[in-house]
């Protein structure tokens, strides 16, 4: 697309994956100066962490088709920790509102992941620990990795993507964002879309 512009940007905790709010929350409009973009994916409003913004149509609509899709991967702190089975579970699939989700990459990691402090901390209870997970997702339902952790029984208390497909988000803090050039974006995806 002739003008197409696409930036990445780490949604902040609280902040809608939209530009405007009846109600007045916070939009993405608080955190992003360009007009005319969109999202190419969401992120909910608990969630943290990486979009893509674009005004290319073209590309967010082969984005969303099944063959475009680009796997999503997340930090994902859950309430105690996971065992053997509910790893396993989450690696082939579990089923949620009645549709068996497609396989995960997941990994438990060793020890928490450096982030920023989250504007509104977790809950947190002292008798309770809490592990952090890694999820590669090549599907994109509302909710999912916290509808999944739970369905295993291990309730997601704070969520970040760190990547989508080859867009990684690096040193952004929550709120930064960075342009990436149209020549790169093609390159990038153009083995995957």
Not at 27 to 47: K, Q
Not at 64 to 72: D, F, I, L, R, V
Request: overall charge positive; hydrophobic content about 45%; proline content about 8%.
């Amino acid at each position: 697309m002739r003008g197409a512009r696409y930036f990445l940007l780490n949604k902040p905790y609280g902040v809608l994956c939209q530009f405007t709010d009846p109600a007045g929350r916070p939009t993405l409009a608080d955190w992003f100066p360009v007009a005319a973009m969109y999202a190419a994916g969401r992120l909910d409003t608990d969630s943290e962490g990486l979009l893509l913004l674009t005004n290319d149509g073209d590309l967010i609509h082969r984005l969303a088709q099944p063959e475009g899709k680009q796997p999503k991967t997340y930090l994902a702190q859950v309430e105690r920790i996971p065992d053997a089975a509910a790893l396993l579970s989450l690696r082939q699939g579990v089923v949620i509102e009645g549709r068996r989700t497609q396989p995960a990459q997941v990994e438990l990691l060793d020890a928490a992941p450096i982030l920023w402090e989250r504007s509104v901390p977790i809950r947190f209870r002292l008798s309770v620990p809490t592990a952090w997970l890694r999820m590669a997702l090549t599907e994109g339902r509302n909710r999912q990795v916290r509808k999944m952790t739970a369905a295993v029984g291990f309730p997601t208390l704070r969520l970040v993507r760190v990547s989508i497909g080859p867009f990684e988000i690096g040193d952004l803090q929550p709120g930064q964002w960075q342009e990436v050039p149209p020549a790169q974006v093609r390159l990038l995806l153009s083995s995957r879309v």
